[in-house]
């Protein structure tokens, strides 16, 4: 994974990582069912990332476009999923999770790491 695409999708991988350990510990205070369900939603949301970006960035040849969106629709198939196996999963075998914690959790952690990745480790050049 040495492209720029593979890269920023590491970075996001990470901040993901991060931000689901930040949200369940921030939770805590409105009770373990709460910061459970944070936790799970976070989860979640970062293994079916996980999945997608191997999948996609797995030999990547960016000369090959036609596979490399075929692979990209696969694995977004596979991610929305899987996102929805864990959810039931979830629901099924834990009792009490909260829902909207959960949702709050998935979609915070989807989208705020995305925002952020882009502008890390990125050069700042000086204005002329």
Known sequence: ?????????????VLQLALSFILSAA???FGL???LSV??????CLLA???FASWVFRQYHARDPESLLMRFY????VKLSLVLGLFVL???T?????LPALLAAYFGVQVWPAFFASGWGARTTPER
Not at 74 to 77: D, F, P, S
Not at 94 to 98: D, H, P, T
Request: proline content about 5%; overall charge neutral.
């Open 1 to 13: 994974m040495r492209q720029p695409d593979a890269l920023l999708a590491k970075r996001i991988l």
């Open 27 to 29: 939770a805590l205070p």
């Open 33 to 35: 069912t709460v910061a």
């Open 39 to 44: 936790l799970i939603g976070g989860a979640v």
């Open 49 to 51: 990332s996980f999945i």
């Open 74 to 77: 696969g694995a977004e198939i």
């Open 90 to 92: 979830a629901f099924a």
């Open 94 to 98: 834990i009792e009490g999770l909260n």
